[in-house]
């Protein structure tokens, strides 16, 4: 159960993310073996200092930003500070954490075995399997989790794995979510800093509508370019197998030596008949905002546009059936997400459509980064006589990726305008991040239009 912490202020802090560190060069354990925080004094590396050391000391988690979404972050190999995550999301705790490391020494100091005689460390050795290691070489640092032997025993906090032998592990892409692990000294564990089945957070704003009073510090380090968490594949089977969606494609898989057959291993509704997920996301319901979202396949039979004026009026009829009033302050609001062929208002009949109010916040990205610029507009009945509601329109891109940078931000943002209904035009659930978007959408719809 997620609890306030007495007192607690929510603090966000801004970090600009510039020469935080690099990868050290010449490493003889590669590319990736060693990363580097810079020993340049700056407000930044002061700043990550302070929270490292709290992520050492304290049980309460820490929000950062990766390339992916926002992490709540915890010392992974410290019980009472895993157990500050679930305690904070209010997430079940048979739900795994994923870990993040800073590089692959790191990563191989999780699987090395405890120290051996007379207290002297046993020998470096490479202990991650051979066929990991054209997907770390070609995804990492980035948006990959692969799933690793737990050794026994295990340096990690058994809250992390949620009792399984298996444990999933990345390296992210951001320099600063890479020199706060390395400060810290220790492996985090950091699943989205969002409240349990709420929408993924992609800014720090996000992560104090969700989090305020029950975690003290949030890093803000801008909004998240990839948009959607990170692709998780279980190597160790063959073939290998995604276990969930994310910023890595079943095709960009594919290309990598040994992973040629790779399989899809998720379902896009949740497993809740499985005692443990295997992966975050397989088995609760994720990503939903407060709205009842209809989700409209991009497979549909008969015009899209069509289906969703028809779905509109008769939601409004029923609610109009009901008694439910319509004037100033209590009007329906209905929210539409748009991709690729929705016309604006998806063609209802409303007022001019104007910009709807500001917090004055970037609470969101859409297209390449830009704030979302929702339209608002009243709608009214077929004869153009009677107010129907208030239409909240947005549209959040054409391509797979900009639609994945706006998702969850533009779920957030309609929920924050109080939309009583959300109806989302899908994309094409190809081998491409489409894939992830309509897994999310998918575990985020009341309803799915096909």
């Given at each position: 159960?997620?609890?306030?912490?007495?007192?607690?202020?929510?603090?966000?802090?801004?970090?600009?993310?510039?020469?935080?560190?690099?990868?050290?060069?010449?490493?003889?354990?590669?590319?990736?073996?060693?990363?580097?925080?810079?020993?340049?004094?700056?407000?930044?590396?002061?700043?990550?200092?302070?929270?490292?050391?709290?992520?050492?000391?304290?049980?309460?988690?820490?929000?950062?930003?990766?390339?992916?979404?926002?992490?709540?972050?915890?010392?992974?190999?410290?019980?009472?500070?895993?157990?500050?995550?679930?305690?904070?999301?209010?997430?079940?705790?048979?739900?795994?954490?994923?870990?993040?490391?800073?590089?692959?020494?790191?990563?191989?100091?999780?699987?090395?075995?405890?120290?051996?005689?007379?207290?002297?460390?046993?020998?470096?050795?490479?202990?991650?399997p051979k066929r990991y290691k054209p997907v770390i070489e070609r995804f990492w640092p980035g948006p990959l989790t692969i799933l690793l032997p737990n050794p026994t025993p295990s340096k990690l906090a058994p809250e992390v794995t949620a009792g399984l032998k298996t444990f999933g592990v990345r390296m992210p892409k951001s320099p600063l979510a890479l020199s706060l692990i390395k400060l810290t000294g220790a492996?985090?564990?950091?699943?989205?800093?969002?409240?349990?089945?709420?929408?993924?957070?992609?800014?720090?704003?996000?992560?104090?509508?969700?989090?305020?009073?029950?975690?003290?510090?949030?890093?803000?380090?801008?909004?998240?370019?990839?948009?959607?968490?990170?692709?998780?594949?279980?190597?160790?089977?063959?073939?290998?197998?995604?276990?969930?969606?994310?910023?890595?494609?079943?095709?960009?898989?594919?290309?990598?030596?040994?992973?040629?057959?790779?399989?899809?291993?998720?379902?896009?509704?949740?497993?809740?008949?499985?005692?443990?997920?295997?992966?975050?996301?397989?088995?609760?319901?994720?990503?939903?905002?407060?709205?009842?979202?209809?989700?409209?396949?991009?497979?549909?039979?008969?015009?899209?546009?069509?289906?969703?004026?028809?779905?509109?009026?008769?939601?409004?009829?029923?609610?109009?059936?009901?008694?439910?009033?319509?004037?100033e302050g209590e009007a329906l609001r209905i929210g539409i997400i748009r991709t690729r062929c929705w016309k604006p208002a998806a063609g209802l009949r409303c007022s001019r459509f104007e910009k709807g109010e500001t917090t004055g916040t970037a609470t969101g990205q859409g297209t390449q980064g830009a704030e979302l610029d929702v339209q608002e507009a009243e709608f009214y009945d077929n004869a153009g006589q009677?107010?129907?509601?208030?239409?909240?329109?947005?549209?959040?891109?054409?391509?797979?990726?900009?639609?994945?940078?706006?998702?969850?931000?533009?779920?957030?943002?309609?929920?924050?305008?109080?939309?009583?209904?959300?109806?989302?035009?899908?994309?094409?659930?190809?081998?491409?991040?489409?894939?992830?978007?309509?897994?999310?959408?998918?575990?985020?719809?009341?309803?799915?239009?096909?």
């Open positions: 159960m997620s609890r306030d912490l007495p007192g607690a202020c929510t603090r966000i802090v801004r970090i600009s993310g510039r020469d935080l560190g690099r990868f050290k060069e010449n490493d003889a354990r590669g590319r990736l073996g060693c990363w580097e925080v810079s020993q340049t004094p700056s407000p930044d590396i002061e700043i990550l200092a302070e929270a490292a050391d709290y992520l050492r000391t304290k049980d309460t988690p820490v929000a950062f930003p990766t390339e992916t979404v926002y992490g709540l972050g915890a010392d992974s190999t410290r019980s009472a500070a895993v157990r500050g995550i679930y305690s904070a999301k209010g997430r079940p705790s048979d739900n795994p954490l994923i870990v993040h490391v800073s590089d692959l020494e790191m990563l191989q100091d999780i699987l090395a075995p405890p120290s051996t005689t007379n207290g002297v460390a046993a020998t470096s050795n490479d202990r991650i492996p985090l564990a950091a699943p989205s800093a969002n409240a349990s089945t709420r929408p993924s957070p992609t800014a720090a704003e996000h992560v104090l509508e969700d989090l305020d009073g029950r975690i003290e510090l949030i890093l803000d380090g801008g909004l998240c370019p990839v948009g959607v968490e990170s692709t998780v594949v279980d190597g160790l089977c063959d073939p290998p197998v995604i276990l969930r969606p994310g910023g890595v494609s079943i095709d960009e898989l594919r290309s990598c030596p040994g992973w040629e057959k790779v399989e899809k291993g998720y379902r896009d509704e949740s497993e809740a008949g499985k005692s443990a997920p295997r992966a975050p996301g397989m088995k609760y319901k994720h990503y939903s905002p407060k709205a009842k979202v209809i989700l409209y396949e991009a497979t549909v039979g008969m015009s899209q546009g069509d289906m969703l004026a028809q779905d509109v009026e008769a939601f409004v009829e029923g609610r109009h059936a009901r008694q439910i009033p319509t004037t009677r107010l129907a509601g208030r239409l909240m329109d947005v549209s959040i891109g054409k391509d797979a990726r900009s639609v994945a940078q706006g998702l969850f931000s533009a779920l957030r943002e309609l929920d924050r305008r109080s939309a009583d209904i959300i109806f989302v035009e899908g994309i094409e659930d190809n081998e491409d991040i489409g894939a992830a978007v309509m897994n999310r959408l998918r575990k985020a719809a009341s309803q799915i239009r096909s």
